[in-house]
T-cell receptor, first 111, second 114 residues
Framework: KQEVTQIPAALSVPEGENLVLNCSFT??????LQWFRQDPGKGLTSLLL?????REQTSGRLNASLDKSSGRSTLYIAASQPGDSATYLC??????????FGTGTRLTIIP | ETGVTQTPRHLVMGMTNKKSLKCEQH?????MYWYKQSAKKPLELMFV???????ENNSVPSRFSPECPNSSHLFLHLHTLQPEDSALYLC?????????????FGPGTRLTVL
């Protein structure tokens, strides 16, 4: 059974700093991995999608990497802003074709 | 409207009530999903529909009854719920179920069962 872990559960960073969020998974047989953002009480906003054959994806200040052999993905946020404060979720589509989510990292950017 | 919409955004109901959640996608997708997000737990997949046919029921209690009249609309009918069913219910859609297809999520319905 696929298990997705995100550590730490919460992170506080001063504004302007670069930061990395981590996601690890136990089964490397995946189709893709998505990073989502969720604001309190709201739905999920897709940030980046990395297909199994890709190593990374970039969108603006965000860069996501995928290393299937080690079962890890990272989300790099450059020059953090208070508006980046949210919970970040990673989720992957595995061999069972279902999306399995991690529990998320709650990010707070301190002005 | 664009993307995936859900109504209502908030719902409070008693354990004896019957209510329905509605989801609509404007993306031309063929697969639709219901997820449950409880506090301190990862999102849980509840149901998957592909071309109006249910392809997945993730051991969901029968007090939750999904309905998919067409590829653009998905309902979740609720009856005799329990307080532990209070959660954020999220709808999603994708071009096809599973595989390499990206899922797009709605804003969710915050359900409180008294």
């Amino acid at each position: 059974k696929q298990e997705v872990t995100q550590i730490p559960a919460a992170l506080s960073v001063p504004e302007g700093e670069n930061l990395v969020l981590n996601c690890s998974f136990t089964d490397s047989a995946i189709y893709n991995l998505q990073w989502f953002r969720q604001d309190p009480g709201k739905g999920l906003t897709s940030l980046l999608l990395i297909q199994s054959s890709q190593r990374e994806q970039t969108s603006g200040r965000l860069n996501a990497s995928l290393d299937k052999s080690s079962g890890r993905s990272t989300l790099y946020i450059a020059a953090s802003q208070p508006g980046d404060s949210a919970t970040y979720l990673c989720a992957l589509t595995g061999g069972n074709e279902k999306l399995t989510f991690g529990t998320g990292t709650r990010l707070t950017i301190i002005p | 409207e664009t993307g995936v919409t859900q109504t209502p955004r908030h719902l409070v109901m008693g354990m004896t009530n019957k209510k329905s959640l509605k989801c609509e996608q404007h993306l031309g997708h063929n697969a639709m999903y219901w997820y449950k997000q409880s506090a301190k737990k990862p999102l849980e997949l509840m149901f998957v529909y592909n071309f109006k046919e249910q392809t997945e029921n993730n051991s969901v209690p029968s007090r939750f009854s999904p309905e998919c009249p067409n590829s653009s609309h998905l309902f979740l009918h609720l009856h005799t719920l329990q307080p532990e069913d209070s959660a954020l219910y999220l709808c999603a859609s994708s071009q096809r179920p599973g595989g390499p297809y990206e899922q797009f999520f709605g804003p969710g319905t915050r359900l409180t069962v008294l």
